[in-house]
């Protein structure tokens, strides 16, 4: 997957915080241990010393500075067992006195033996997808501003409009706070403004906020940059952005203008997302009827068949809001 540099700067940034935090973190603990048990302070600088120790031994005789490291490395053990019974015995726990990292594996920098992390790998991505995401112009909303009351109560063929939102509210909700990145895909139909856009966002804020990387965008818009930058109009990698993100949302499946190139993509993107086992969020304003009609067989099968169907049900909020002067 190609970053861009933003994306690039971004991640590097939020790594030197990161660092900069532990650091922190164990410095007040260092002085707080240094004020109640100024005997751990002497034994952790010992420790800070054997570095110049072991760069006086370079270019010794290989056999002489296999002894001296061992002697270190007898001495460094011991002195950290000290220090943990020293701890333990004043009421901190054994670790107190060892730094903190976001991610243990790299500690912060963002490199192990030589690879890249996965750590800095899922900054690159969140970045990048926020970056390109940017660009879509579509408002992040929270789950606590969905409002059921905009639905009504009445029964309409055998269901309440409102009791039919009300579990697909809950669905929603328990799919963001649940989120992995194994999760199954979602596909919301229903007729305009029924809220399938709106809780799309909240999810795709729920999941921001959680650090996973989110392209969320209306599939016109997303087409059109894919569009342009195949036939060299613009700069990026759209296609491959949205092919690797944690999540997708293509927002308004069928307002695109269609063409065998439109068509393409989306069989691309949908079929190798589930090749990968990532999840794909598609809303669409048609009905069964019509999507099935406008598209071809191996998009319907994959649709049909590897994403679980979330049907939204109402009257057009935004008529709601200017029949009740919202």
Known sequence: MKYTHAAFDKAQQELAQRRDSAEAEYRTRLEEVSANVPEIISLTNSLKNTNFELLKIIGRQKGEVKGIIAQIRDKNLNTQRTIKELLKTCGYPEDYLEYTYYCPDCKDTGYKEGERCHCFTGLLKKYTAEELNENCHIELHDFSEFRLDFYP????NGMSPRERMKTVYS??????????????????FGRTGLGKTFLSSCIANELVQKGYSVVFGSILKLFRKIEDEHFGRTQGDTLDVIENADLVILDDLGSEFQTS??????????NERINLGKPTIISTNLSPNEYSARYNERIISRLTGCFSPIMFMGEDIRHVKLKNNL
């Open 153 to 156: 109560e009445s029964v309409s």
């Open 171 to 188: 669905n929603c909700k328990e799919y963001a706070e649940k989120f992995r990145e194994d999760s199954p895909s979602l596909f919301f």
């Open 261 to 270: 190139f439109t068509d393409s993509v989306l069989y691309e993107i949908v």
